[in-house]
Structure formats: structure tokens, C-alpha cells
């Protein structure tokens, strides 16, 4: 048995997300696309936490279940500090076994300061080390894992603010971190090459601040949608694949500069320097500039490397086969029709066939989800804040 799991989203509580991210809207989504467990996000809001509180209900197993999708009690946290002479933001996803627990979090947070308030994704100002610490002291049954691990500004291996390793970050508590989040703007075959993550797994999540982004990358776990499974899936590397984006297709995959329209490989910034070449000014450097840096050494061990899909999310292929915006009424009615039909946007994308595919939306679906399975695409890579394009190579 296994399941599918979007752990990093956020609730309509948080800065710049929908006001449609309520609890009803996300079980809907998550059944229209075939997930079987989402994070709650943000519990760290009190508002939300009182309508999780409401709202969810326990089933004998000890799931927490809202209409027919499994919830586990997550949060993404920001931790901004110095450290090593430098300044540092990193961003972790937190997970509580339960509503106790919670509360146990947020009085210690409120203790450091923190707004709860304010965002979802609440700001505290100790280290990530420091930070696991104390919620391990809370209960040892909570969860930590570095989100978008990459992303230049926030992530734990970013070029703006990050560490060079995991034990450089969490030092003597790295040991009680089980995994990694990829982020968009990379893949598995990219964290692999990348030694200071070995022994840990490889996960990854949408990050979705909309409905339509819920899912567009997953991890599937072996076992029941619920805490304990979950916790299983994490510590003892039970993951059975990942779907993900094509890494090229994140913001941050290249070094850049936006303002000026300017992206570079590493080779290139390697032999040009870091400042754009058209103002002056410092260049992003890139998710695939950092994997370079830090992939000295021996790849991770092939033991540990799980399958993984590069998908292009449907209601972009939609909006292609039937050439509408994505989020025009022929469009989104079409999304939703097919994965009533289909089975989920899951299984849309992975495992239904050619017939079936054109049956529900077209040849010209079918013949781009075959085409991107089969990565026969055409790709612009994204940079410095600007997402990258894949097209399937469709006549």
C-alpha cells in the first residue's frame, strides 16, 4: 500500500496566498488530483488552528481526516539569524503528531518573539539548529525538514543565505533530520550528485499559495496516509518515487539577471563573473550553479536514489492542446472533467494511455502527455525569479 503526499502548501492565512485555500477547497482539490495526505499548513496561525481544531476529525487509526483526505499538522517556519560571520534565512517544514503538541509549538514560538498572527509562515529569529532543539524538546515525535533546500534566499544550500552542508546548518542536530526537500528548480539526479546530503531522503512538494499549484510536485511513501506511516516514510527513507518539475522549469534553475533579460549556465558565469554583463549589477546565481559547486566528491550511494517523473503540470498542457489561458472557463472546465474521468490529475499525467487520453480530452492531449512522459520536450530554463518554459515537441 502506499500513498501521496503534498506536505508544503499554506493556508489562505498566509502572505500572498489565495483566499481560496480554506480546508474545504484543499480536500476538494487534493481529491480532484489524487492526493491521499496534505499538510494543514500554517498551524502556527491561530485563526486556522481554531478551524483546524473544528474541522478535522479523528478516525480510530488516529488519521485526521477531512472529507475523504488524510491531513498530518504541518507548518513552514522561517528562521533568520547569524551564523559563521554571515547572515542566514532558512526555511523548515515542521510537522506535530498532534493538536497538543501544536499548542506546546506556538507558546514556544510566542516565547521567542515570533508573530503568530500576522503570517501563516511565521519568522523567529534563533538558528535552524537551535530551532530543532527546541521543538524535539517539545515532543520527539516532531518532524523537520529544510524546505526548497536551493532557493538562493531561503534555502538552507542558497547561493544568497545558505550553508555549504547539512551539518554545517543543523550541526550536532543533524542527525534528527530525515530528509530534504528538492524545490522546484531542482531534481533528484541533481541532489545525488551532492554528498553533504547523503543518508537522507529526497523529497518533494508543490509550495502551492493556490488551489490550481496544490500537487504539482509529490512524494509517493509506502504505507497509510497518516502521521505514523509518514514518519516511517521520512526516517527510514520509505519513499517509493517523487513527481516533480522539470527542474529547468523553477524560477531559480539559472544564474540571471531578470531586469535585464539575461541567464547564464555556470560555465559561462564561470568564465564571465557574476555581475550581469549588461548593467553591472550581481547576477542570481542559480540553483544548477550551486549543485555544481557543492558536488565534489563521492555521489550519494545508488541504495538510496528512488524513481522519480518530470511532469508539466495538466492545466498547462490544457491550455497548450486547446489554446486558452489556463485559467479560462474552457479550460479549467476541461481540467475538471478529465480528472473526474480519468481517475485524478495523478493518473492523468502517469499512467493513463493514449486512448483513454484522447477519449477525454482531444489527440492533441494525448499525444503532449505521451510526449512529455517520454521527455521529447522543448525547454527555456527559468532564472533570478522568472519560471522557465516546457513544451512537449508536438506537431
Known sequence: MSFTADLHLHSRFAYACSKDLTLLNMASWAEMKGIDLLSTADFTHPAWLSELEGCLSQTPEGHLRYGGVSFVLGTEISCVFKQGGRSRRVHLLVFAPDFPTVHGINDMLTGLGAKLNGDGRPTVT???????????????????????????????????????????????????????????????????????????????????????????????????????????????????????????????HLNGHRKCGVSQSPEETDRSGSRCPECGRPMTLGVLHRVEELSEGEPVDEALRRPYDSLVPLVELLSLSLGRGRNTKTVVEAYQRICHQLGGEVRVLTRANREDLAQAGGDTLAEAVIKIRERQVQIAPGFDGQYGTVRPMIG
Open 126 to 252: 534563533v538558528s535552524a539548529r537551535d530551532l530543532t532543539a527546541r521543538l524535539l524538546d517539545i515532543s520527539p515525535q516532531c518532524m523537520l525538514v529544510p524546505a526548497h533546500i536551493w532557493t538562493p534566499w531561503y534555502g538552507m544550500l542558497g547561493s544568497k543565505s545558505g550553508f555549504d552542508a547539512l551539518d554545517e546548518c543543523f550541526q550536532d542536530m543533524t542527525p534528527h533530520i530525515p530528509a530534504v526537500e528538492t524545490g522546484l528548480s531542482s531534481d533528484p539526479e541533481m541532489n545525488w550528485r551532492v554528498p553533504a546530503l547523503a543518508g537522507k531522503a529526497i523529497v518533494s512538494f508543490s509550495d502551492a499559495h493556490s488551489l490550481p499549484n496544490m500537487g504539482r510536485e509529490l512524494t509517493v511513501f509506502a504505507g497509510e496516509p497518516g502521521y505514523r506511516d509518514l514518519s516511517a516514510g521520512l526516517n527510514k527513507n520509505r519513499v517509493e518515487k517523487t513527481i516533480e518539475f522539470f527542474p529547468e522549469e523553477g524560477k531559480y
